[in-house]
């Protein structure tokens, strides 16, 4: 089961859906690792508290740059609560499998910047 995760990984890796950068959005927001480098920013446009466009661009590890694709696949037509509500645990279960803490950081980068845009977003007036 582990190398079907690590194919899908690096499927994500070496094929990734929706990177590319928008013109117009509704929301952006960068995550850095400083200690490994790895970078993605996430842009969205919202529509009555839908994500209803998802991208992101980066650069960086197969579990940084894989997880920001299945993140931005997973979150296209959630609702702002639904995104919000995601954890570290819903990462790992879209991973597929175990993480040490330094990939784990990996692996969180994409949901910390698509949550921080999110956040950033709703407060707006």
């Given at each position: 089961m582990l190398n079907l995760y690590q194919e899908i990984l690096m499927d994500?890796?070496?094929n990734p859906r929706n990177k590319r950068l928008l013109?117009?959005?509704d929301f952006s927001a960068e995550q850095r690792n400083?200690?490994?480098g790895d970078e993605v920013?996430?842009?969205g446009i919202?529509?009555?508290g839908m994500l209803t466009e998802?991208?992101?661009d980066g650069k960086g590890c197969v579990i940084s740059q894989a997880t920001a694709s299945l993140l931005s696949e997973y979150a296209k037509n959630k609702s702002?609560?639904?995104i919000l509500a995601l954890d570290k645990d819903h990462i790992?279960?879209?991973i597929g499998m175990p993480l040490g803490p330094v990939r784990l950081q990996c692996g969180l980068l994409p949901l910390m910047a698509l949550q921080k845009g999110i956040m950033e977003y709703r407060a707006k007036p």
């Amino acid at each position: 089961m582990l190398n079907l995760y690590q194919e899908i990984l690096m499927d994500h890796y070496r094929n990734p859906r929706n990177k590319r950068l928008l013109d117009q959005y509704d929301f952006s927001a960068e995550q850095r690792n400083s200690s490994c480098g790895d970078e993605v920013v996430f842009m969205g446009i919202m529509r009555n508290g839908m994500l209803t466009e998802v991208v992101f661009d980066g650069k960086g590890c197969v579990i940084s740059q894989a997880t920001a694709s299945l993140l931005s696949e997973y979150a296209k037509n959630k609702s702002i609560d639904e995104i919000l509500a995601l954890d570290k645990d819903h990462i790992i279960a879209m991973i597929g499998m175990p993480l040490g803490p330094v990939r784990l950081q990996c692996g969180l980068l994409p949901l910390m910047a698509l949550q921080k845009g999110i956040m950033e977003y709703r407060a707006k007036p």
